[in-house]
């Protein structure tokens, strides 16, 4: 079982995930052909050689980033943690790197440290930072491996010690406190390569997470598939990272966006089973926010603050599986909280003998009739009748408090 021995981890539930370089001045398409992959891909799947999309950074002037707007739109949205994309599989830095000039103040019109502007903003909000580096794969180096193409002549130890390991040690450095290094896409890096990088996090910062996909069973959380939600409840730690619409770079064509009722449910559903929910933003080439994806979060937000208690440092159901029609449930000490999402009279739970002390709307405090009793099968359930108005709300959290902790109900632990 994976467990990062942090308990602002196990509790925060809910992230955001930050993909920019460059692939977001090109924003889907290059010399007026479209990619149908994820955008930050482009490079790959395009076949753009190096020499042609290095020359992206002598246009990377991103006058609207603005890094505590970004960070206070994640704070607004009730998200504990930011992961952002240090260097994502193209090879650019955006931050100033030492060892490579490729990075965003050398190579750049802008000269700023994008990193540097993350790093004051989610200070000043008190914000966890985490920073995403793509370890393996590097299209950039000519020794970082590349997916989908051959690797063979590459001396991938050369990549190693040249650009990744200096500039884990960098980002390590130079940036504070990390909360977590988000690896991607390992590939053929050994078990010893993989340790190599978790010894030099730790020996850096020792508090600092290192995620799945490390590579080689190393990681000290659970990252999904991309959008994967487990079936039932999963233990330990561990995280889904997630798209907005269909691409985690911009992409000024895809428009298939998620509604925040979707998102919500998402959220709800993950922690019900345990994980933590990393959404994603993908910022234009100017910095800029997608408005859509604004206008969602601020949506999602809302329900999050005001239903906090049902969210924040919950714990997976220890009873499942539910077939719940209406939504989902959550829980923590001597709680459990049906996230109600559809028209109904009353919410009904069966399976769960506690004794109630009182069940009420979380976002008021409102208290609500209910009733205990036993079905024919011996099974124990919980009716809280709803108020006629619930059925004009969109979306409410109903709180039920418990005599007694819910069977297996497990705490979350340091
Ligand atoms: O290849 C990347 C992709 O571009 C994106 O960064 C996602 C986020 O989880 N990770 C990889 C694919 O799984």
Not at 20 to 31: F, I, M, N, V
Not at 155 to 164: E, P, S
């Amino acid at each position: 079982m994976k467990d990062t021995k942090q308990k602002w981890f196990k509790e925060a539930k809910f992230g955001l995930f930050i993909h920019w370089g460059l692939y977001a001045l090109l924003a889907g398409e290059y010399k007026g052909v479209k990619t149908n992959q994820i955008a930050e891909w482009i490079m790959n799947y395009l076949d753009i050689p190096v020499e042609e999309y290095e020359k992206l950074a002598g246009q990377f002037d991103p006058v609207n980033f603005d890094a505590e707007a970004i960070v206070k739109l994640a704070k607004d949205c009730g998200m504990r943690y930011i992961v952002f994309t240090s260097k994502h599989h193209e090879g650019f830095a955006m931050y100033h790197s030492a060892c490579s000039p490729y990075n965003v103040v050398d190579a750049t019109p802008c000269k700023r440290d994008i990193l540097k502007e993350l790093q004051l903003a989610c200070e000043k909000y008190d914000m966890k930072l985490g920073l995403y580096y793509s370890q393996a794969q590097d299209w950039h180096d000519p020794d970082g491996y590349m997916a989908k193409k051959d690797n063979s002549g590459k001396n991938y130890r050369a990549y190693l010690d040249r650009k990744c390991m200096p500039q884990l040690r960098e980002l390590l450095t130079n940036y504070g406190e990390i909360a977590l290094i988000w690896f991607d896409t390992p590939m053929g890096t050994t078990p010893e390569e993989s340790m190599e990088m978790a010894k030099l996090v730790k020996e850096l910062q020792p508090n600092c997470i290192v995620s799945g996909r490390i590579g080689n069973g190393l990681g000290e959380y659970m990252t999904t598939g991309d959008n994967f939600i487990p079936r039932l409840p999963f233990e330990g730690d561990w995280e889904v990272p997630a798209t907005l619409n269909d691409t985690w770079g911009f992409n000024k064509d895809d428009h298939n966006w998620k509604s925040a009722e979707e998102i919500i449910q998402l959220l709800v559903k993950i922690n019900s089973r345990g994980g933590n929910y990393l959404l994603n933003i993908g910022p234009d080439g100017t910095g800029n926010v997608p408005e859509e994806s604004v206008q969602i979060l601020k949506k999602v937000g809302a329900y999050v603050r005001a239903n906090e208690e049902a969210i924040f440092a919950t714990k997976r159901m220890p009873v499942y599986p539910y077939d719940l029609t209406w939504g989902d449930l959550t829980c923590k000490e001597h709680h459990l909280y049906a996230h109600v999402f559809r028209k109904i009279p009353r919410v009904e739970i069966l399976n769960i003998n506690n004794q109630v002390k009182r069940a009420y709307l979380v976002e008021t405090g409102e208290e609500l009739a209910w009733k205990v009793g036993k079905s024919c099968e011996g099974d124990g359930y919980i009716v809280v009748e709803l108020p006629k108005e619930y059925l004009k709300k969109e979306y409410f959290c109903i709180g039920i408090e418990l005599e007694e902790e819910m069977p297996n109900f497990e705490p979350i632990k340091e």
